[in-house]
């Protein structure tokens, strides 16, 4: 007979009741310490704590806390508007840096802009527009320091795919829902910001991305053969058998060798000066301003050769001036109303994917702090007020951040530059685009894109983890062979089914004590541990939910069976107690303690006790609530295994010497 | 300096290191045991291992293995047709108890057949065919020996509502519709038991469940408020604001008060019946055979008095004779095929539920093992001949599975007998039942479905899980106030949303050291655990996945924040460790390995220097593969805190001194 005192525990007391100096094995042995049963929390205490760890988990209100009001005035302003705050401290120094970054990143914009529109099938002062307001309105908004704001290559393949399948871009309907759609990417981003539901787009595994990226790129670098190679007549879909088949049909007289000559040359030119910039860091303004220049001489090639004769197609027309308004074409009633909302709020969710990952990316480089949630509303409002000026979707482009970084951008004032110089080419130098071909376009794309291809990571990815490689790769293949949509829908569809898998079939394992301590862990991962005769330890490895309450309660009902019929072979003593090691099992339901009640049934008609161990705060509080901490007996949870097994190994010997 | 030996562990050999005497506080300190590598998995092993588990966990092929071929072909078809192992042992003995068990359920389901196939909009008659064909093939079938198979409430209502939102009840079609939608819910109910994706129907919560039930229970006896007033006027709507509004509208003149007197008088002797059941166990066979009784009376009784010309309804017209056949009128082609599929795959999910639910139940009581797969290939291939024979979808029912349980059947025998009684009834007095008040049937429904209402799990669930309770709330508001498929909606988008819940917000806890033991533990949960000066340490409780990463980094560097400014007011020592107890983190991905990499760095521009502590099998084979483990230092990944604790703390003194 045990004589550890069993009393309830009441309230915060803590109870501290000394093993019987009977099972004294050592004069070491630790106290045996009651689980902890936490006063019972206050219902509406219990439930803010939730909704603010979900939603204000970063508690964006800390710095509001006990200031004089006109001071949170100020605080707030600044919180909406972060350049009060960065422009108060702004000096010279500051904007040397500032300019060369906002030159390098506009000589690198032009090209990509007007090559980006084409991908969207907009025209091309779409493109450049995208590139002037969007960026303003974000410097004075947004709190990232290194992000490039304007249209990317990703969201443009996206739009453009998701508009055609509605309406075609001869249409001038086609316009207008791209501006609506770009509307609602806004209103998308700007609700996901304000109701805190940033964390939606974390939905999106690392890894699905990597994959959509590289397919994404592979689709927009195969879109350019058709100005690359100068085909007339190319197909309007997007998967590469389609894409193959239209470049080589028209292989025998669709191809136009001076458009190739000047598309190949500029293209090797172009990777030829990534390559330096890779190899030497210090010179990664070449490639930085390479598509400017190859735009400058072919151009210029063009116009004395009049190779346009020859069959080499050229921009031709791009309007110039400023961004005209375009409020008016956004449609706010009719059937486009519902597909401008459906594509912009997939195109909106994934400018936000994009944008985050810089924004995240370079603040930790800088180490500063980044709100997800107010960065979204930043880049919200941007898209929201370019609906309205004739941009369509921008957001950070990856390329363009990392050389605004190299450069060394050192505020949100470089992206002003950049904004200046556009407004200036939009203002002057248009007229000049005429005669530069698309060649040249489609090679600055093709080498731009190249960046979006990530081996290594993928490298990783498949080292790391298996799952996350078959997400990546169906990603990858379902954009390469279907169509953006597909691809990313198998991304997401995937992610899903890895969190669903998480939570179905959770791991379970049986633990042994490590030879010399009291720690005991899991045989398969440390094979020295040794099993304790006629106890059987098995640790859950996740919060028992109802997705997984009937699992976990046959899993452990299966291990049992296995080791009963182990034992036997060897003629070892029965299994008398099975302790379940509850450290990992941070939360338990209704169903799960309906599973656990089923458990301590199926092993009392086996003459098998029930022992948990470690119940942490939340389940302890459940099993008392729901009475199964008196069914099992109060006595039979413990703090630790090594409790547990201290308790239960005399009462076996009793039992036998009995 | 430390002069604990830091050499790779190579394969499965561990390495035991000792503490330095130095450290040695005490002469019993346990050893420093290093952290596990498991050799890493074969790639294929791996992912057939994860395959078994999903799918396969119950290992169903354990009985076949290292037999003869002629045994495997007995065992196989005696899994498939479980009679051929249980007909075997079968005895007079036993058929006693199912005799008496199969009659008492007849004499309840003929009733309540007929109710059931007015809620679903079908001819009475479609629902007694309902409890002859099925329970026969699940008798040959299924593996529960106590679950009574035949129409039931919920499925009738759901089946009702889903066929009218499609076709009117008054065309041919409508039973079409039927007999195609019973068929798709086989076979949804086969192709999830063969592909063994059982566990999906896991994923509607408990809670979730009954709310639902309890919701159903409310409309399913609102409807009858037609049949108990005599209403002939009554809307198609299943909403409490809809039929209340009828029920009222139609007081002054579509009442009835021969029928009200009937039908109330016999609705109390129904519930008074059900009373004496409860109160004494011995008696459950009264409300068993109330309904029947109470039929067999009012039927004489409206024969003798010809009630039915004072406006009293009847019952009328049922098909006499066996079930037709009815593989010709379900719909292949057309429309209406997928409307039949959507309808039916739903009807067939929650049929599942139920049957399961009912299934494990008993089983748990009796102690015998059920294969929830098997059981679902059962009810499928039941519903599937049923569809073919003029039945709708059958499944377990809850109220008839327990008066069988109660009447002491032994196996499915009881549904053969049943059965047999209900194909006599069918041949022979039918026509009896043509002076049956439809007010009689309305009252044996509504004292049939108010077991479905439980109370008691509904206090248990809001003292157990506050969002379990909101669940069960929003399923049964749903019901009640909108539809059946909208209550189910909730309760789908609940349990979803709170598994989502889980993995993007999992718990950390600050850890501290319980007084006379080497044991951390949360220290809101024990509060009389102390912090250790100098070190923080925090407990993840969550596998790190791309759902979560950047929160559980984020807290966890806000936690050293809070930590710090605390440390500051007190002027104690600066936090130079952060240890991340990894017990409950049993597994990452590659954004969770992404996520502990920029923890790393960001405390290293802090000069804190992370640290980990029981890492498990899966974690560290990652953390080695993607050499984060080289990156943070072998040396400060620890078996358990205590250990890390022990070779940091010195570690400190040292750089105090210095």
Redesign the interface.
Known sequence: MSSRVTDKVEG?E?D?TRVPSSLNH?E?L??V?KV?I?QRQN?LK??TA?LK??FF???PMRPFKDQPKSRKLVLGLQSLFPILKWGREYNFSKFKGDLIAGLTIASLCIPQDIGYANLANLPAQNGLYSSFVPPLVYAIMGSSRDIAIGPVAVVSLLLGTLLQNEVDHKKPEYLSLAFTATFFAGITQVTLGFFRLG?LI??????AIVGFMAGAAITIALQQLKGLLGIRKFTKKTDIVSVMHSVFSTAHHGWNWQTILIGVSFLAFLLFTKYIGKKNKKLFWVPAIAPMISVIISTFFVFITHAEKYGVQIVNHIQQGVNPPSANKIFFTGPYLVKGFRIGAVAGMIALTEAVAIG?TFA?MK?YQLDGNKEMVALGTMNIIGSMTSCYVATGSFSRSAVNFMAGCNTAVSNIVMSCVVLLTLLVITPLFKYTPNAILASIIISAVMGLIDIDAVI??W??????FIACMGAFFGVVFATVEIGLLIAVTI?FA??????????T?ILGK??????Y??I?????ATKVPGILIVRV???I???????VK??IL?WLIDEEEEVKENNQPNIQYLIVEM??V??I???G??ALE?LY??LH?KDVQLVLA?P???V?D?LH??EFATLVGEDNIF??VADAVLTCSPKMQEHFLA
């Open positions: 915060r803590m501290i050592s070491n630790p106290y310490h902890g936490p219902l219990e439930f939730t760890e979900t988990h970063d508690d964390f974390d939905f999106l595994s690392h890894a995240r930790a180490d990783l990815i080292k790391i983890d298996k799952l996350d992610s890895k969190i669903l898998l998480q939570v179905t079939r959770p791991r394992a490590l030879p010399r301590t009291t720690v862990r899991n398969q991962q440390y094979p020295d490895d996740s919060a939910y109802f997705s997984n309450s009937n699992y046959e899993r299966r450290s990992p941070t939360d339901d209704t169903s303690i309906h089923e049934r199926s008609k470690n942490g705060q939340a302890i459940k609530a729901s703090l630790t």
